[in-house]
T-cell receptor, first 115, second 117 residues
Framework: GAVVSQHPSRVICKSGTSVKIECRSL??????MFWYRQFPKQSLMLMAT?????????EQGVEKDKFLINHASLTLSTLTVTSAHPEDSSFYIC???????????FGSGTQLSVL | AQTVTQSQPEMSVQEAETVTLSCTYD???????LFWYKQPPSRQMILVIR??????QNATENRFSVNFQKAAKSFSLKISDSQLGDTAMYFC??????????????FGKGTSLLVTP
């Protein structure tokens, strides 16, 4: 099956610092990658859609200057949380779409805690 | 915009019994996909089953099957012979079909299923 690696799985940072989360498709090319946010006991909320080589499309209410997304290759997308605040603490999950298909494959998620 | 509604926040079932999780959705699209995902305590999202809207036949995957009623916009998941490992959060999800759809998943709020011995 297709594998999506997300790193780190857990990160603790100080308020005001930036954190980068990586999402890699290990054995397939991913034209499109998605970033979701999940608060405890809640559903996954789509933050943004990134297509390789172009700017990400952000959902309404998501600050693009705070959540920087880069999708520079067909196997890697990164989410950088800039100037992190405690309210950014959450579980972030990426998913990747194999080129030519509609199935999405999920990373294992990153728990971000901002102190 | 599409909305996905899961009206059962929590459910429990005894091992070996059958349980049905409900999902309804609202859309004006004619072509789309519907999914059930499982999220165990590890929080890894696992695809349980997938249904194309144009197919009348209900999808099945081993102990998991769906009851897809397109006109009623209903997509319930039936788990037969429940196992302890089925304990998880279950999310119903909608995806528009087509190259212009974006392929993003729209999730319901989830149903927490507990399988008891």
């Amino acid at each position: 099956g297709a594998v999506v690696s997300q790193h780190p799985s857990r990160v603790i940072c100080k308020s005001g610092t930036s954190v980068k989360i990586e999402c890699r498709s290990l054995d397939f090319q991913a034209t499109t990658m998605f970033w979701y946010r999940q608060f405890p006991k809640q559903s996954l909320m789509l933050m943004a859609t990134s297509n390789e080589g172009s700017k990400a499309t952000y959902e309404q209410g998501v600050e693009k200057d705070k959540f920087l997304i880069n999708h520079a290759s067909l196997t890697l997308s990164t989410l950088t949380v800039t100037s992190a605040h405690p309210e950014d603490s959450s579980f972030y999950i990426c998913s990747a779409r194999r080129t030519g298909g509609e199935k999405l494959f999920f990373g294992s998620g990153t728990q971000l805690s901002v102190l | 915009a599409q909305t996905v509604t899961q009206s059962q926040p929590e459910m429990s079932v005894q091992e070996a019994e059958t349980v049905t999780l409900s999902c309804t959705y609202d859309t004006s699209e004619n072509n789309y996909y519907l999914f059930w995902y499982k999220q165990p305590p590890s929080r890894q999202m696992i695809l349980v089953i997938r249904q194309e809207a144009y197919k009348q036949q209900n999808a099945t995957e081993n102990r998991f099957s769906v009851n897809f009623q397109k006109a009623a916009k209903s997509f319930s998941l039936k788990i037969s012979d429940s196992q302890l490992g089925d304990t998880a959060m279950y999310f119903c999800a909608f995806m528009k079909q087509g190259t212009n759809s974006g392929y993003a998943l729209n999730f319901g709020k989830g149903t927490s299923l507990l399988v008891t011995p």
